[in-house]
């Protein structure tokens, strides 16, 4: 009986010990979004429901203040000021094997369910370039596309940057790379893999010193939205293995290269950024779809409830006509106070002109 139990006792043990191990391989391979800054006006709720890859868009748009086709559904962050938006929005999506966790210092972090690939901002850059048409909003899509780099802004400064490999190989070998910046380990330029995750980062660096370099570009009344997206973390993991040492050296470089990423965008705009990283795991295969800037998103088909001419609970310019009706009844309020008191304490015997015309008269006659 006692070698029995011993026995039942070991194959639970096993039995725990495989499930537990399958729990953990499901958490690490599905994706999650970490927060690394946000102002002290935006807070998140840790204890929020699972967020769709889908809804990521609807959570930038959500933090500039743009409006969104639909509602989200997500309660996972709090915007705690009406009148107060963050400057700017910067999205970092990192693709990760599946065995491969991304650590990150975060503010807050939350599960991803990986509806679709890739986060679409295509929207949101035309909704935020469509309400600050005049303004010219600084906006920027970077992402490699095989051995080049497609770089969707209207800025000109930046597309004077080397946009390949190659180039980039060169700019590698600078005293000002990223190289001498963090320690890339075992990591070896010659390697295809290791080539294209530090070009993907120097190419993030030399976009952050061009707006160093130029502060007007930040200077203006828009918000900016930036998504950068680097693939190379991936590749390195599927060239070397997920637990070789040259998928632990990149891992370690990319996560040193988002800390820095973070703290330049906190000193570009002063603390006024909300910085989040998508670790993305998609199967192979799965590619992201983009399109131009300035490409015309089809109406969406209206359902049946729209036909009774129903006007939007709120449109685009109820922040600007909220303010200008607060306002303008409140220096209306304080002018008709003032009126009335006047009026009320006023000494017709003195201060009154018409008073002082008539008893002039009076005294004429």
Not at 113 to 129: I, R, T, Y
Not at 162 to 183: A, E, G, M, Q, V
Not at 271 to 288: F, I, M, Q, T
Not at 307 to 316: E, F, I, T
Request: proline fraction near 5%.
């Amino acid at each position: 009986m006692a070698t029995l139990k011993l026995w039942r006792t070991s194959v639970m043990t096993r039995f725990s010990v495989l499930v537990f191990s399958a729990v953990l391989s499901v958490c690490l391979a599905g994706q999650e979004l970490v927060i690394t800054h946000a102002p002290s006006y935006v807070s998140f709720q840790q204890q929020a429901d699972q967020l769709h890859t889908s809804e990521v868009p609807k959570v930038l748009a959500h933090t500039l203040g743009l409006k969104t086709e639909s509602d989200l559904g997500w309660k996972g962050m709090v915007q705690g000021s009406l009148f107060k938006r963050p400057k700017a929005n910067v999205l970092m999506t990192i693709v990760t094997h599946p065995d491969q966790p991304l650590p990150l210092k975060k503010l807050a972090k939350f599960p991803v369910n990986d509806d679709v690939a890739f986060p679409d901002v295509e929207g949101v850059m035309n909704s935020l370039q469509g309400m600050f048409l005049e303004q010219s909003p600084l906006m920027l899509d970077l992402h490699a596309d095989n051995n080049m780099f497609d770089l969707k802004t209207e800025e000109q400064l930046f597309r004077k940057l080397p946009n390949s490999i190659r180039k980039l190989s060169d700019r590698l070998l600078d005293s000002d790379s990223i190289i001498h910046k963090l320690s890339s380990g075992s990591l070896n330029m010659t390697v295809n893999s290791d080539l294209s995750l530090m070009s993907e980062m120097q190419m993030i660096a030399d976009v952050m010193k061009t707006m160093s370099e130029n502060p007007k570009l930040v200077k203006n009344k828009t918000p900016d939205l930036f998504s950068f997206t680097i693939y190379g973390l991936r590749n390195v993991a599927d060239k070397h293995g997920p637990k070789s040492e040259q998928a632990k050296d990149a891992t370690k470089m990319v996560s040193d290269f988002v800390d820095h990423v973070t703290d330049h965008f906190k000193s570009l705009y002063k603390d006024n950024v909300v910085v989040e990283v998508l670790s993305a795991a998609p199967e192979k295969g799965h590619v992201r779809k983009v399109r131009s800037l300035m490409a015309t998103t089809p109406a969406p088909s209206k359902p049946t409830s729209n036909n009774l001419n129903l006007a939007d609970d709120y449109s685009q310019e109820y922040p600007a006509i909220f303010n200008i009706v607060l306002w303008l009844m409140l220096v209306l309020a304080i002018a008709v106070y003032a009126i009335v008191y006047g009026m009320w304490y006023m000494d017709p015997g003195v201060d009154s002109i018409i008073y002082r015309m008539t008893s002039q008269r009076l005294k004429k006659d």
